[in-house]
């Protein structure tokens, strides 16, 4: 039996171990992957694509590259795929370990430090004090050369920064990482992604995951989009054929998928605020707003406690937040999936904060 506590969520096999059941049986509200999926045109391209695993793949990528150079509106080598975002952000922090000092928000996703330490840069670390932040609080002297990253939304609070807010960093700091993972869970008119200024802004580089909205974590896929010089220079560095061949196949097709992307923005809007509503009707606990498709809960119990239990008894998987060392264990992180699933939880967790039947 696993006696580790994972570091990420969707650890199947240590909550199995816990609850005594088969993973198959554990209802994950860990991972904050879209429950909609994976789309049917996912389904088809990895069939489709299956006679072509007795050859390599392509080692540029054209097709995948042109899928996301047409879905982003910019040119094919400014961008690079890769084996998940997490690949990606490997790179990135390589490159901002060169500098002087990292800025990051706290509380941060922890693959963050990984990647950073793992490079022996140098982090300087900025809490997000009520969950705000503005370009005066990062105080960095001018002659330090200094890099920032950020994700929007922030994970794991779930706060969306506007481009507004933002776009200050790109003339404070030497280089500017933007990780938007769960960016596409905002429509347009909603969203805030910076994409479009990765060409005026050289010292800018934008990385994307397509295992999150699309329900692909096992396939692992995601791109950054960053000048061209910066992109020739990671693809020195790493490994040939990072990405599979059906992982291309299905990046090539799903942000066509116009049918599937409107389904899920529809089913977010009307359930996110239902079940922020239901998890702040149980006393004890305190759910941030969110504009990402999970939630920060604050709980008066302990939440190793509470997800020992809620696996338990009810074969249900939170996030704990012992990863991210300023929530303690006072916190967890769950995602927002079908209205059903939400309320099998909400019942859960109501017997187990002693306010159920």
């Given at each position: 039996?696993p006696?580790?506590?994972?570091?990420?969520?969707?650890n199947?096999v240590?909550?199995?171990?816990?609850?005594?059941?088969s993973?198959?049986?554990?209802l994950?509200?860990?991972a904050?992957i879209?429950?909609?999926g994976?789309?049917a045109s996912a389904?088809?391209?990895?069939q489709?694509?299956?006679g072509?695993?007795?050859?390599y793949p392509d080692?540029?990528?054209?097709?995948?590259c042109?899928?996301?150079?047409d879905?982003?509106?910019?040119p094919?080598d400014?961008i690079?795929p890769g084996n998940?975002?997490?690949e990606?952000?490997?790179?990135?922090?390589?490159?901002?370990?060169e500098l002087?000092?990292?800025?990051?928000l706290?509380?941060?996703?922890?693959?963050?430090?990984?990647?950073?330490?793992a490079?022996?840069?140098?982090?300087q670390?900025?809490p997000?004090?009520d969950?705000?932040?503005?370009s005066s609080e990062f105080r960095?002297?001018?002659s330090?050369?200094?890099g920032?990253l950020?994700n929007?939304?922030?994970?794991?609070t779930?706060?969306?920064?506007t481009r507004?807010?933002i776009?200050?960093?790109?003339?404070?700091?030497?280089w500017v990482?933007?990780?938007?993972?769960?960016m596409?869970?905002?429509p347009p008119g909603e969203?805030q992604?910076?994409?479009?200024?990765?060409?005026q802004?050289?010292?800018?580089?934008?990385?994307r995951?397509l295992?999150?909205?699309?329900?692909?974590?096992?396939l692992?896929l995601?791109?950054?989009?960053a000048?061209p010089?910066?992109?020739?220079r990671?693809?020195?560095?790493?490994?040939?054929?990072s990405?599979?061949s059906?992982?291309?196949?299905?990046?090539?097709?799903?942000l066509?998928?116009?049918?599937?992307q409107q389904?899920t923005?529809?089913?977010?809007?009307?359930t996110?605020?239902?079940?922020?509503?239901?998890?702040?009707?149980?006393?004890?606990l305190?759910p941030?707003?969110s504009?990402?498709?999970f939630f920060?809960?604050?709980?008066?119990?302990?939440?190793?406690?509470l997800q020992a239990t809620?696996?338990?008894?009810?074969?249900i998987?939170?996030?704990?937040?012992?990863?991210?060392p300023e929530?303690?264990?006072?916190a967890?992180?769950v995602?927002i999936?079908?209205?059903e699933?939400n309320?099998?939880?909400?019942d859960a967790?109501?017997?187990a904060?002693?306010?159920?039947?």
């Amino acid at each position: 039996m696993p006696t580790y506590r994972p570091s990420h969520g969707g650890n199947l096999v240590w909550a199995a171990s816990l609850a005594n059941c088969s993973p198959d049986a554990i209802l994950d509200f860990s991972a904050s992957i879209n429950p909609l999926g994976p789309p049917a045109s996912a389904i088809a391209a990895i069939q489709a694509a299956l006679g072509d695993l007795n050859a390599y793949p392509d080692p540029t990528y054209s097709q995948l590259c042109h899928a996301i150079s047409d879905f982003h509106q910019i040119p094919p080598d400014w961008i690079l795929p890769g084996n998940g975002s997490a690949e990606l952000l490997t790179w990135a922090c390589r490159e901002l370990a060169e500098l002087d000092v990292t800025c990051l928000l706290t509380p941060a996703f922890s693959d963050y430090r990984r990647a950073l330490t793992a490079f022996s840069a140098t982090i300087q670390e900025y809490p997000l004090k009520d969950f705000r932040v503005s370009s005066s609080e990062f105080r960095v002297s001018s002659s330090v050369r200094s890099g920032l990253l950020l994700n929007n939304p922030h994970n794991p609070t779930g706060k969306l920064f506007t481009r507004d807010a933002i776009a200050p960093y790109l003339d404070q700091f030497e280089w500017v990482v933007v990780d938007e993972a769960f960016m596409d869970f905002l429509p347009p008119g909603e969203e805030q992604s910076v994409i479009d200024w990765v060409k005026q802004y050289p010292n800018l580089v934008v990385l994307r995951s397509l295992t999150k909205f699309y329900s692909l974590p096992g396939l692992r896929l995601g791109y950054a989009i960053a000048h061209p010089e910066r992109i020739q220079r990671w693809q020195r560095w790493r490994d040939p054929w990072s990405v599979n061949s059906l992982a291309a196949a299905v990046g090539s097709v799903v942000l066509q998928d116009i049918a599937f992307q409107q389904q899920t923005w529809d089913w977010l809007a009307t359930t996110r605020p239902k079940f922020q509503q239901q998890l702040a009707n149980i006393p004890g606990l305190q759910p941030l707003p969110s504009a990402a498709n999970f939630f920060l809960v604050h709980s008066d119990r302990s939440v190793p406690e509470l997800q020992a239990t809620l696996l338990k008894h009810d074969q249900i998987l939170i996030r704990d937040c012992m990863s991210f060392p300023e929530l303690g264990d006072r916190a967890f992180r769950v995602a927002i999936r079908t209205a059903e699933e939400n309320q099998r939880l909400i019942d859960a967790l109501s017997r187990a904060m002693g306010n159920g039947d």
